[in-house]
């Protein structure tokens, strides 16, 4: 099963920028799709984005269009997502998983990682 290990999460000010980071170790991400998914405390995980693997298509939720961008790199084991204009309501740990689209929801398909914790200041 692979490993998911996201990094780059932390404390920045609202309007600043950050680059999430999640490292597949065990497999690639090849012919997959891969998706960021957002806890706020006292929340429920929620989907932010997904990018199809092999074409790169990309889905967002609504409340980050236009702010954060999901990307891939060329080895095949490597997901980003880069937010930028950060608002304290994008606080909350940040995980990635792959994922399926499925019954009108994105769902998680293997065993979540540690995560990574971003926080925004206003």
């Known amino acids: 099963q692979v490993q998911l290990i996201e990094s780059g999460g932390g404390l920045v000010q609202a309007g600043r920028s950050l680059r999430l980071s999640c490292a597949a170790s065990?497999?690639?991400?090849?012919?997959?799709?891969v998706g960021w998914f957002r806890q706020a405390p006292g929340k429920e995980r929620e989907f932010v984005a997904a990018?199809?693997?092999?074409?790169?298509?990309?889905y967002y939720t609504d409340s980050v269009k236009g702010r954060f961008t999901i990307s891939r790199n060329n080895a095949g084991n490597t997901v980003y997502l880069q937010m930028n204009s950060l608002k304290p309501e994008d606080t909350a740990v940040y995980y990635c998983?792959?994922?399926?689209?499925?019954?009108?929801?994105?769902?998680?398909?293997?065993?979540w990682g540690q995560g990574t914790q971003v926080t925004v200041s206003s």
């Open positions: 990018i199809v693997w092999s074409v790169g298509t990309t």
């Open positions: 998983n792959a994922v399926i689209y499925m019954d009108s929801r994105w769902s998680a398909m293997d065993s």
């Open positions: 065990g497999r690639t991400f090849s012919r997959r799709t």
